[in-house]
């Protein structure tokens, strides 16, 4: 898929520059020199945590913090690895399953949800849609703490559940794949599926996710990062180590410095650990990523 | 459950009214002392306690082996104030709090206006086991009410004067003993380049370490109300001294606990510090440079021949509203602070400077050490220890307080008012914040 289209892509853009008007060369410069400082200001704090991560302590202290000492990033890793059991690859897999599974199944809920309110007429569909569209505006913080108290109610805080459940629905995902549906997904391809005798849910798994998949890579994408990144809902819920996500992990280790100040360097590493699989994601996702929001667009 | 929650909003009304009164009276109304209430479970339990000293597990396990039927689960959070304070609330709200939780001394009164821990007076050997206790700490856990006991105490921070030995020395300048001196030094130090100390913005608890040295007060609890006096006469000379030396450009203002605050001292651009016997650690880390050139003496004074120390950190283990077993949680929180197989496992893992006056006494503290020029550095802050007021009181709202304060030097260092503005500010804050909470302010 990637090979043909990118160059396709490129030389159609490259015709559109050649037909277009001529920017002058100022405005160019300025939109650079601009994109320029954007990009150094969003990598340095990248290119911090990699330098910082391959130095010893003393070298932490007493070295430029934007340039490397002696190389010890494996032995680093070799700390983190040692200290407690391992406790922080436990961490990073659960975050990888909280984040994983969790976004799956959420990107499975929101399409099917999405889908069905753009594809099927019934009273009250309006009113549905614009209560999850509230949703969107409730900000994750602020459901926390009654979550807590519903969990605790049920005697599930402090459990794998108390975390995973809460991640399943994305009311952005919803709205995403309502409007990505009832422009991608012809309805006359829905007829002509029931006409051939499919069902409606033969019809959506066979016939409508393809469609889709670039939105559903999106939502997938978007809920992802945020079951990745979400700190406050683990940190109220969880007591248990072994529960514990790795930004939850991390930030309980970064509290105990004052206590036992050789942490800090495997918070350092960790930090620099927990975000690979964040590039990945994105990395390995961005071409159906783009290229769905780019089909989009086309239309 | 439901009357439950709606049980403890009301009491915490009530609690922040009324039991704040019985305190000098001794009177049964602040519940929670209920001798039937500390009697054994039968049957084997399982406690759960919540911690965030690294390595909690290992003391643990300790008790867990000697007790077979009294098990403990150790739970972990963030630091009090980074989070776990704030869970303990909505747990007891919830009313699925953990047995036991770790408490630091200034935020024990909040939880004690909150009804958030349990009397465990009652309960055997709690009220014998003062006597193990250095005065002031005990006095921390009971507020000076008769027959109350909300917590034990676990660990203190003691203060002394670490400063760089060699540095001192080559620039011939004696290690001062009294607050005079240490101005004077620190003009010295400024003219050869150095800075005498950092003063820290953010950490409004070391300048009340220093307020307790000067034998002052923040809040008073004269039983029916709470006195602020974050701006008492003792506070103002305490302020006015270091806010002298801010003017003058004779101590440094490096941000708190940051690369560049360790480099300070790595870098022997600063000379000394006054701080806890925690902090021992902080230095041996943070400036590995300066392995073998730094000392400990007892904190300068303010007048001459006095020998009065003040106290940064330390806390204790409580027993939260809602446990089963009150008698269980209370026999194992005694154990972990004063036994010394406890006490010294605690020490390895986290440091741990032990509340009990035989703690001084465990071997981790009987030598000298290396970082230190060979110096046992724990005789000068067990000295220290016995020599803090046992009288600071810690008012109920300490992190708002923390807060505005902090507000307030930060302004302060960077030129627009003084320390002073910030203690005043700070002050009616505080009033304005316990007043919200319903709690009783004489003004």
């Not at chain 1, 929101?110 to 019934?122: D, E, P």
């Not at chain 2, 003691?158 to 020395?169: G, I, V």
């Not at chain 2, 003040?310 to 154990?335: D, M």
């Not at chain 2, 260092?413 to 914040?433: P, R």
Request: with cysteine.
């Amino acid at each position: 898929m990637s090979a043909p289209t990118t160059s396709a892509a490129k030389s159609t853009s490259v015709a559109k520059r050649l037909r277009g008007p001529r920017e002058s060369l100022f405005s160019r410069a300025g939109a650079m020199l601009v994109m320029a400082i954007c990009t150094f200001y969003f990598l340095v704090p990248i290119w911090w945590l990699f330098v910082a991560a391959t130095k010893d302590r003393s070298d932490f202290i007493s070295s430029a913090p934007l340039w490397f000492a002696d190389f010890n990033l494996f032995q680093n890793i070799a700390d983190l690895a040692s200290y407690r059991d391992g406790l922080f690859f436990q961490w990073m897999l659960n975050s990888v399953l909280y984040a994983g599974a969790g976004a799956a199944i959420a990107t499975l809920f929101a399409t099917m949800t999405g889908y069905a309110l753009a594809k099927y007429a019934f009273r009250g569909r309006e009113t549905i849609f614009n209560i999850i569209l509230g949703g969107v505006l409730v900000p994750a913080t602020a459901l926390a703490l009654p979550l807590f108290l519903v969990f605790s109610q049920v005697g599930a805080t402090n459990t794998f559940w108390s975390v995973f459940l809460p991640s399943l629905v994305s009311p952005f995902g919803v709205y995403l794949a309502r409007i990505y549906a009832s422009s991608s997904v012809p309805d006359e391809l829905v007829e002509a599926a029931r006409i051939d005798g499919s069902g409606e849910v033969r019809t959506f798994f066979t016939v409508s996710t393809r469609l889709m998949m670039p939105a559903m890579v999106t939502i997938f994408l978007f809920q992802f990062v945020t079951i990745w990144n979400n700190f406050f809902l683990p940190l109220i819920m969880l007591r248990d180590e072994e529960l514990f996500p790795v930004t939850l992990g991390l930030y309980i280790w970064n509290s105990q410095v004052s206590q036992i100040p050789e942490i800090r360097a495997l918070v350092i590493i960790g930090a620099l650990l927990s975000i690979i699989p964040l590039i990945i994601a994105f990395l390995g996702l961005q071409r159906f990523w783009r290229s769905g929001l780019g089909t989009g667009a086309l239309k | 459950m439901a009357n439950r929650i709606g049980r403890a909003g009301g009491a915490l009304m009530l609690v922040s009214v009324l039991a704040l009164s019985a305190c000098s009276s001794g009177a049964g109304t602040d519940g929670g002392t209920d001798a039937a209430a500390c009697a054994p479970s039968e049957g084997p339990v399982t406690l759960n306690f919540t911690t965030w000293l690294p390595g909690m597990e290992d003391a643990v396990a300790i008790w867990n082996e000697k007790n077979p039927d009294i098990q403990v689960e150790v739970q972990t959070g963030p630091n009090g104030n980074g989070g776990t304070y704030k869970n303990f609330f909505n747990q007891i709200e919830a009313g699925n709090a953990p047995d036991l939780g770790q408490i630091e001394y200034d935020a024990l009164p909040n939880f004690r206006v909150q009804d958030g821990v349990v009397n465990i007076a009652d309960c055997a050997g709690v009220m014998d086991a003062q006597d193990q206790f250095i005065d002031w700490t005990w006095s921390q856990v009971t507020f000076g009410e008769d027959n109350a006991v909300y917590a034990i105490p676990q660990d203190t921070g003691p203060e002394a004067l670490f400063y760089r030995a060699d540095l001192f020395e080559k620039a011939g300048i004696a290690i001062p003993t009294t607050w005079d001196e240490y101005a004077e030094a620190a003009k010295k130090i400024r003219a050869e380049g150095g800075y005498i100390t950092n003063f820290s913005q953010s950490d409004i608890n070391a300048f009340a370490g220093l307020v307790w040295q000067a034998d002052g007060q923040w809040f008073q609890n004269d039983g029916t109300a709470w006195d602020v006096t974050l701006d008492s006469p003792e506070s103002a000379k305490v302020a006015e001294y270091w806010q002298g030396l801010l003017d003058d450009d004779l101590v440094a203002t490096l941000p708190p606990w940051t690369d560049e605050w360790n480099n300070g001292y790595n870098s022997g651009e600063v000379w000394s510090w006054v701080s806890a016997v925690w902090g021992a650690n902080t230095i041996t880390s943070g400036a590995p440079d300066t392995a073998g050139n730094w000392a400990v003496a007892p904190m300068p004074q303010w007048n001459a021949g006095d020998s009065a120390a003040g106290n940064w950190g330390g806390s204790s283990t409580a027993v939260l509203k809602g446990s089963e077993h009150p008698y269980e949680a209370a026999q194992f929180a005694l154990w972990l602070n004063t036994d010394p197989e406890a006490l010294t496992s605690m020490n390895k893992t986290a440091n741990i400077y032990p509340a009990t006056k035989a703690g001084g006494d465990l071997p981790a503290f009987s030598e000298g050490l290396d970082f230190y020029g060979g110096q046992n550095i724990y005789d000068v802050f067990a000295e220290a220890g016995a020599q803090v007021n046992p009288d600071f009181t810690w008012g109920p709202t300490m992190t708002q307080t923390y807060t505005d304060v902090a507000d307030g030097f930060s302004a302060a260092i960077s030129g627009s008012g003084t320390l002073m503005d910030a203690l005043k500010s700070g002050q009616q804050k505080t009033i304005d914040a316990m007043k919200a909470a319903a709690i009783a302010v004489n003004e």
